[in-house]
Protein backbone atom coordinates (compact mmCIF):
# COMPACT_ATOMS: atom_id res chain seq x y z
CA UNK A 1 0.00 0.00 0.00
CA UNK A 2 1.36 3.50 -0.49
CA UNK A 3 0.44 4.84 2.42
CA UNK A 4 0.12 3.69 6.06
CA UNK A 5 -2.52 1.26 6.58
CA UNK A 6 -5.43 2.46 8.52
CA UNK A 7 -6.81 0.65 11.45
CA UNK A 8 -10.69 0.95 11.33
CA UNK A 9 -13.43 -0.74 13.61
CA UNK A 10 -14.39 -2.48 10.46
CA UNK A 11 -11.17 -3.87 10.06
CA UNK A 12 -10.57 -5.11 13.54
CA UNK A 13 -14.32 -7.09 12.87
CA UNK A 14 -12.82 -8.25 10.01
CA UNK A 15 -10.26 -9.76 12.14
CA UNK A 16 -12.52 -11.34 14.50
CA UNK A 17 -14.10 -12.45 11.70
CA UNK A 18 -11.47 -14.26 10.44
CA UNK A 19 -9.86 -15.39 13.51
CA UNK A 20 -13.06 -17.30 14.42
CA UNK A 21 -13.24 -18.96 11.06
CA UNK A 22 -9.89 -19.82 11.22
CA UNK A 23 -10.52 -21.14 14.95
CA UNK A 24 -13.73 -23.51 14.13
CA UNK A 25 -11.92 -24.33 10.73
CA UNK A 26 -14.80 -23.70 9.01
CA UNK A 27 -16.09 -21.75 5.93
CA UNK A 28 -16.54 -18.15 6.08
CA UNK A 29 -18.18 -15.37 3.40
CA UNK A 30 -17.09 -11.37 3.85
CA UNK A 31 -19.22 -9.44 1.40
CA UNK A 32 -19.80 -5.69 1.35
CA UNK A 33 -19.83 -2.85 -1.55
CA UNK A 34 -16.79 -2.46 -3.77
CA UNK A 35 -13.82 -0.12 -2.10
CA UNK A 36 -15.37 -0.25 1.29
CA UNK A 37 -11.50 -1.87 2.17
CA UNK A 38 -12.17 -5.96 1.88
CA UNK A 39 -9.14 -6.56 -0.11
CA UNK A 40 -6.90 -4.14 2.19
CA UNK A 41 -8.41 -5.56 5.59
CA UNK A 42 -7.62 -9.46 4.39
CA UNK A 43 -4.52 -8.44 2.76
CA UNK A 44 -3.55 -6.98 5.93
CA UNK A 45 -5.12 -9.90 7.94
CA UNK A 46 -2.56 -12.27 5.92
CA UNK A 47 0.35 -10.25 5.87
CA UNK A 48 0.04 -10.72 2.47
CA UNK A 49 1.81 -7.09 1.35
CA UNK A 50 5.01 -8.14 2.79
CA UNK A 51 4.79 -12.28 1.85
CA UNK A 52 3.72 -11.92 -1.21
CA UNK A 53 6.67 -10.57 -2.98
CA UNK A 54 9.11 -12.19 -0.51
CA UNK A 55 7.64 -15.39 -1.57
CA UNK A 56 7.24 -14.62 -5.57
CA UNK A 57 11.06 -13.74 -5.31
CA UNK A 58 12.20 -17.16 -3.39
CA UNK A 59 15.53 -16.48 -3.86
CA UNK A 60 18.74 -16.76 -1.96
CA UNK A 61 17.95 -16.07 1.90
CA UNK A 62 19.08 -12.82 3.56
CA UNK A 63 18.82 -11.11 6.15
CA UNK A 64 14.80 -10.04 6.16
CA UNK A 65 14.01 -13.64 5.84
CA UNK A 66 13.39 -14.01 9.78
CA UNK A 67 11.18 -10.73 9.66
CA UNK A 68 8.90 -12.87 7.12
CA UNK A 69 9.03 -16.23 8.33
CA UNK A 70 7.52 -14.43 11.65
CA UNK A 71 4.83 -13.00 9.48
CA UNK A 72 4.12 -15.88 7.61
CA UNK A 73 3.83 -17.97 11.56
CA UNK A 74 1.66 -15.12 12.55
CA UNK A 75 -1.28 -15.46 9.65
CA UNK A 76 -0.50 -19.15 8.67
CA UNK A 77 -2.85 -17.96 5.85
CA UNK A 78 -2.85 -17.75 2.01
CA UNK A 79 -4.43 -14.92 0.14
CA UNK A 80 -5.64 -15.66 -3.56
CA UNK A 81 -7.18 -13.52 -5.93
CA UNK A 82 -8.37 -16.02 -8.97
CA UNK A 83 -8.27 -14.96 -12.72
CA UNK A 84 -11.50 -14.34 -14.29
CA UNK A 85 -13.08 -17.64 -15.36
CA UNK A 86 -10.46 -19.51 -13.93
CA UNK A 87 -9.16 -22.54 -14.57
CA UNK A 88 -10.45 -24.75 -11.50
CA UNK A 89 -7.08 -27.40 -11.85
CA UNK A 90 -5.05 -24.12 -12.47
CA UNK A 91 -6.39 -22.13 -9.42
CA UNK A 92 -5.97 -25.39 -7.03
CA UNK A 93 -2.01 -25.63 -8.50
CA UNK A 94 -1.85 -22.02 -7.63
CA UNK A 95 -3.24 -22.51 -4.34
CA UNK A 96 -0.95 -25.35 -3.15
CA UNK A 97 1.92 -22.97 -5.07
CA UNK A 98 1.59 -20.47 -2.16
CA UNK A 99 0.45 -22.70 0.81
CA UNK A 100 3.69 -24.87 0.18
CA UNK A 101 5.53 -21.57 0.48
CA UNK A 102 3.98 -20.16 3.46
CA UNK A 103 4.26 -23.54 5.00
CA UNK A 104 7.76 -23.61 4.70
CA UNK A 105 8.10 -20.25 5.78
CA UNK A 106 6.52 -20.93 9.17
CA UNK A 107 8.46 -24.22 9.04
CA UNK A 108 11.89 -22.14 8.80
CA UNK A 109 10.15 -20.01 12.07
CA UNK A 110 9.46 -23.11 14.08
CA UNK A 111 13.00 -24.10 13.72
CA UNK A 112 14.69 -20.75 14.24
CA UNK A 113 12.57 -20.82 17.66
CA UNK A 114 13.24 -24.64 18.75
CA UNK A 115 10.10 -26.27 18.29
CA UNK A 116 11.15 -28.12 15.34
CA UNK A 117 14.33 -30.18 14.34
CA UNK A 118 15.18 -31.30 11.37
CA UNK A 119 14.76 -30.45 7.45
CA UNK A 120 11.28 -30.00 5.83
CA UNK A 121 10.46 -32.46 3.68
CA UNK A 122 6.79 -33.82 1.96
CA UNK A 123 3.88 -34.89 3.86
CA UNK A 124 5.08 -33.12 7.58
CA UNK A 125 3.38 -31.08 9.12
CA UNK A 126 0.83 -28.43 7.56
CA UNK A 127 0.82 -24.62 9.02
CA UNK A 128 -1.23 -23.15 7.02
CA UNK A 129 -4.90 -22.73 8.72
CA UNK A 130 -6.27 -20.10 6.52
CA UNK A 131 -7.19 -19.58 2.94
CA UNK A 132 -8.82 -16.45 1.82
CA UNK A 133 -10.36 -16.19 -2.02
CA UNK A 134 -11.09 -12.18 -3.31
CA UNK A 135 -13.23 -11.39 -5.80
CA UNK A 136 -15.39 -15.27 -5.15
CA UNK A 137 -17.94 -14.02 -7.63
CA UNK A 138 -15.46 -15.58 -10.45
CA UNK A 139 -15.57 -19.23 -8.91
CA UNK A 140 -16.76 -21.45 -11.19
CA UNK A 141 -19.55 -24.15 -9.85
CA UNK A 142 -16.83 -26.63 -10.42
CA UNK A 143 -13.56 -24.24 -8.63
CA UNK A 144 -16.20 -23.96 -5.93
CA UNK A 145 -16.38 -27.66 -5.40
CA UNK A 146 -12.51 -28.38 -5.70
CA UNK A 147 -12.28 -25.56 -2.93
CA UNK A 148 -15.48 -27.30 -0.73
CA UNK A 149 -13.93 -30.90 -0.98
CA UNK A 150 -10.06 -29.22 -0.03
CA UNK A 151 -11.90 -27.93 3.06
CA UNK A 152 -13.62 -31.21 3.61
CA UNK A 153 -10.37 -33.59 3.12
CA UNK A 154 -7.98 -31.35 5.35
CA UNK A 155 -10.07 -28.97 7.54
CA UNK A 156 -8.21 -25.18 6.12
CA UNK A 157 -10.59 -22.69 7.24
CA UNK A 158 -11.94 -21.00 3.50
CA UNK A 159 -13.08 -17.60 3.14
CA UNK A 160 -15.21 -16.12 0.37
CA UNK A 161 -14.74 -12.61 -0.16
CA UNK A 162 -17.47 -10.71 -2.66
CA UNK A 163 -20.21 -8.23 -3.28
CA UNK A 164 -23.41 -7.86 -1.34
CA UNK A 165 -25.49 -10.88 -2.56
CA UNK A 166 -22.92 -13.60 -2.93
CA UNK A 167 -23.87 -14.80 0.42
CA UNK A 168 -27.46 -15.85 -1.99
CA UNK A 169 -25.82 -17.79 -4.53
CA UNK A 170 -24.23 -19.73 -2.57
CA UNK A 171 -27.51 -20.98 -1.24
CA UNK A 172 -27.32 -22.76 -5.15
CA UNK A 173 -25.04 -25.05 -3.81
CA UNK A 174 -26.23 -26.51 -0.69
CA UNK A 175 -22.94 -28.47 -0.71
CA UNK A 176 -20.72 -25.60 0.06
CA UNK A 177 -23.88 -23.64 1.81
CA UNK A 178 -24.35 -26.45 4.87
CA UNK A 179 -20.75 -25.66 5.95
CA UNK A 180 -20.77 -22.02 5.91
CA UNK A 181 -19.83 -21.07 9.68
CA UNK A 182 -19.80 -17.23 9.93
CA UNK A 183 -21.42 -14.49 7.63
CA UNK A 184 -19.62 -10.92 7.97
CA UNK A 185 -21.26 -7.96 6.56
CA UNK A 186 -18.21 -5.25 5.87
CA UNK A 187 -19.53 -1.94 5.68
CA UNK A 188 -18.50 1.49 4.59
CA UNK A 189 -17.04 4.10 6.94
CA UNK A 190 -19.59 5.74 9.80
CA UNK A 191 -19.29 8.99 10.45
CA UNK A 192 -16.85 8.49 13.71
CA UNK A 193 -14.41 6.41 11.53
CA UNK A 194 -14.51 8.91 8.60
CA UNK A 195 -13.32 11.71 10.79
CA UNK A 196 -10.60 9.21 12.44
CA UNK A 197 -9.29 8.53 8.41
CA UNK A 198 -9.77 12.10 7.14
CA UNK A 199 -7.78 13.27 10.30
CA UNK A 200 -4.86 10.85 9.58
CA UNK A 201 -5.13 12.22 5.84
CA UNK A 202 -5.08 15.81 6.70
CA UNK A 203 -2.01 15.08 9.46
CA UNK A 204 -0.61 13.36 6.30
CA UNK A 205 -0.57 16.81 3.86
CA UNK A 206 0.81 18.32 6.80
CA UNK A 207 -2.67 20.04 8.28
CA UNK A 208 -4.89 19.52 11.52
CA UNK A 209 -8.28 18.64 11.42
CA UNK A 210 -10.99 20.25 13.64
CA UNK A 211 -14.27 19.89 12.98
CA UNK A 212 -15.61 22.65 14.87
CA UNK A 213 -13.81 25.02 12.56
CA UNK A 214 -17.09 25.84 9.88
CA UNK A 215 -14.28 26.22 7.14
CA UNK A 216 -12.92 21.97 7.93
CA UNK A 217 -16.55 21.46 8.51
CA UNK A 218 -17.72 22.13 5.02
CA UNK A 219 -14.94 20.18 3.59
CA UNK A 220 -15.74 16.64 5.86
CA UNK A 221 -19.57 17.53 4.85
CA UNK A 222 -18.43 17.84 0.83
CA UNK A 223 -16.44 14.48 1.11
CA UNK A 224 -19.25 12.20 3.39
CA UNK A 225 -21.42 13.32 0.25
CA UNK A 226 -19.04 12.59 -2.41
CA UNK A 227 -17.67 9.19 -1.00
CA UNK A 228 -20.16 7.77 1.51
CA UNK A 229 -17.67 6.08 3.64
CA UNK A 230 -16.00 4.12 0.77
CA UNK A 231 -12.74 3.41 1.61
CA UNK A 232 -11.16 3.63 -2.45
CA UNK A 233 -12.50 6.35 -3.00
CA UNK A 234 -11.03 8.27 -0.07
CA UNK A 235 -7.66 6.78 -1.00
CA UNK A 236 -8.20 8.22 -4.46
CA UNK A 237 -9.39 11.43 -3.80
CA UNK A 238 -6.94 12.82 -1.48
CA UNK A 239 -4.15 12.67 -3.66
CA UNK A 240 -6.06 14.30 -6.25
CA UNK A 241 -6.70 17.05 -3.14
CA UNK A 242 -3.20 17.45 -2.70
CA UNK A 243 -2.23 18.37 -5.85
CA UNK A 244 -5.11 20.92 -6.41
CA UNK A 245 -3.66 22.65 -3.65
CA UNK A 246 -0.15 22.28 -5.23
CA UNK A 247 -1.18 23.65 -8.65
CA UNK A 248 -3.43 26.77 -7.07
CA UNK A 249 -0.59 27.50 -3.93
CA UNK A 250 -3.60 27.02 -1.60
CA UNK A 251 -3.09 25.98 2.18
CA UNK A 252 -6.39 25.64 3.19
CA UNK A 253 -8.59 22.73 2.24
CA UNK A 254 -11.80 23.92 1.73
CA UNK A 255 -14.97 22.21 0.20
CA UNK A 256 -14.03 24.19 -3.41
CA UNK A 257 -10.70 22.57 -2.78
CA UNK A 258 -12.30 19.08 -2.85
CA UNK A 259 -15.46 19.75 -5.21
CA UNK A 260 -12.15 20.02 -8.02
CA UNK A 261 -10.59 16.88 -6.64
CA UNK A 262 -13.68 15.08 -7.36
CA UNK A 263 -14.30 16.51 -10.71
CA UNK A 264 -11.09 14.99 -11.72
CA UNK A 265 -12.14 11.65 -10.82
CA UNK A 266 -14.59 9.26 -12.47
CA UNK A 267 -16.94 8.68 -9.38
CA UNK A 268 -20.36 6.33 -9.86
CA UNK A 269 -23.16 5.85 -7.78
Known sequence: ???TFIVTKEHRRFAEFANAVRKEKTIGICHGEAGVGKTQSARRYANWDALEPYITRWGPRGDED?????LANRSRTVFYTPQVLPRPKEMMRDIDHWHSRVDVCVWEHQLATGKVHGPHIGGG????E???IDEAERLTPVALEMLRDRHDRTHLALILIGMPGIDQRFRHYPQLYSRLGFSHHYRALGRDELLFVLQRHWKHLGRNLDPDDFTDAQAIAAIERITRGN?????RLFPQINRVLKINDLETITDDVIEAAASILIIGN
Open 66 to 70: AHHYA
Open 231 to 235: FRLLE
Open 125 to 128: PVYV
Open 1 to 3: MSQ
Open 130 to 132: LLI
